[in-house]
């Protein structure tokens, strides 16, 4: 749902933090709002959106992850 009404995303990474197993990550997105989201219809106008992400590796590879975003200051441009 999401993919389909926000498209063109370009991520910025603006912090990366590691620590142990863990590696943190701020980041910020622009894109464009070309289709409907949670019942707002498609407006065609640029949004910015910004969240976290938690990785955990094992071996070299993830075994788990953890994200937010910020869908209020989304759905409030």
Not at 47 to 52: L, P, S
């Amino acid at each position: 749902m999401f993919l389909n009404a926000i498209l063109g995303m370009m991520i910025t990474i603006k912090d990366t933090i590691s620590e142990g197993d863990r590696v943190v990550t701020r980041w910020s997105a622009f894109a464009n709002h070309k289709g409907e989201l949670v019942g707002i219809p498609a407006r065609g106008k640029d949004v910015n959106i910004t969240g976290n992400s938690i990785e955990r590796y094992k071996g070299g590879k993830v075994v788990d992850a953890w994200g937010e975003f910020d869908m209020i200051g989304l759905l409030t441009q």
